[in-house]
């Protein structure tokens, strides 16, 4: 005797509850991977801040050695945004000293001198913030530009 | 008898498994949009009393009064009102800065070694982790303070 047919399959509310499992999922890692770039904003702003302030004769002894040492215009009157300026070939070694132990390795920086590249750590960054100063080089103005991203992975 | 277009008791599996699914997607979503609430609470409050630390400041004398506004940077510095809010009691402090969560300001520096300015009695930032909570956001700032650039790090709870 053959069965009785219904309307609606058992397969068709399993199907309909894998579409709501999956638009869940597609809502929840949008909501967990939007990115706030309020970290990145407070370091780029902190780190300029920072920089345009602080001289090298206030760093501790040991970094101010390192610094005179590796620069090749050093004067300790100077703050780290001019030495930066000053020294782009070598500006490297000032972010390094600097920011060692201070930055996570999750976050890339990149300092520019008049768009010209003095230190770079974007490789694979996302999400960047730039801030831009303008830094006294002897009798002209720079413009220093800083930016902080988070790498991807 | 005419017969029917579909079985009844199909109808009425097919209704309840309907609703079951949309109950528990509005709910999900709800919980979802809640949680994300309260961190964007948090990360708004985070910012606020991180801002106040990085500002110069106001009437740092009259703080332990109830009045003025902290603050204990300038341009990048930390200066000498970083005394003043030291002394201050922490729930005081609370209420000058209007937040009723609860937070934890301290430096670290390169070699991770942290200075703790105020808090909760009894937390530290190597115990804050543990504190009973679902809900905890962490914002760094840079200073320069004691001869050094470090960290500034203010963590926020519910």
Not at chain 1, 10 to 25: E, G, K, R, T, Y
Not at chain 2, 9 to 38: P, V, W
Not at chain 2, 128 to 148: C, S
């Amino acid at each position: 005797m053959g069965m009785k047919k219904g309307f609606f399959f058992s397969s068709d509310a399993f199907i309909a509850l894998m579409l709501f499992v999956v638009v869940l999922l597609g809502i929840y890692s949008y909501m967990v991977t939007s990115n706030n770039m309020q970290q990145q904003y407070y370091f780029s702003e902190d780190l300029m801040e920072v920089f345009s302030n602080v001289r090298a004769m206030d760093l501790p002894e040991e970094k101010q050695l390192i610094l005179e040492e590796g620069l090749t215009n050093y004067n300790q009157s100077s703050t780290i945004s001019e030495l930066i300026v000053q020294n782009p070939d070598e500006a490297g070694i000032i972010i390094e000293e600097l920011t060692n132990g201070l930055i996570s390795w999750q976050y890339g920086i990149g300092l520019f001198s008049d768009e010209e590249e003095v230190y770079n750590d974007l490789e694979n960054v996302t999400s960047s913030v730039s801030r831009t100063k303008l830094v006294k080089n002897e009798s002209i103005f720079n413009e220093l530009r800083l930016e902080i991203g988070v790498k991807k992975g | 008898m005419k017969k029917g277009q579909f079985w009844y008791s199909d109808f009425m599996i097919g209704i309840i498994i309907m609703i079951t699914i949309g109950l528990l997607f509005f709910s999900t979503i709800a919980r979802l949009y809640e949680s994300n609430d309260k961190i964007g609470d948090l990360i708004s409050d985070g910012s606020l009393i991180s801002d106040y630390f990085m500002s110069t400041g106001y009437m740092a004398s009259q703080w332990s009064l109830g009045e003025g506004r902290i603050g204990f940077v300038n341009n990048g510095i930390v200066n000498e009102n970083l005394d003043e809010f030291q002394s201050l009691e922490y729930n005081l402090s609370k209420t000058l800065f209007g937040i009723n969560y609860d937070y934890l300001v301290y430096f670290e520096n390169s070699e991770e070694d942290t200075e703790t300015i105020k808090g909760p009695p009894g937390i530290t930032p190597e115990n804050v982790n543990d504190a009973d909570t679902d809900y905890m956001i962490k914002l760094i700032r840079f200073v320069y303070y004691n001869g050094d650039i470090q960290k500034m790090a203010v963590v926020i709870w519910e």
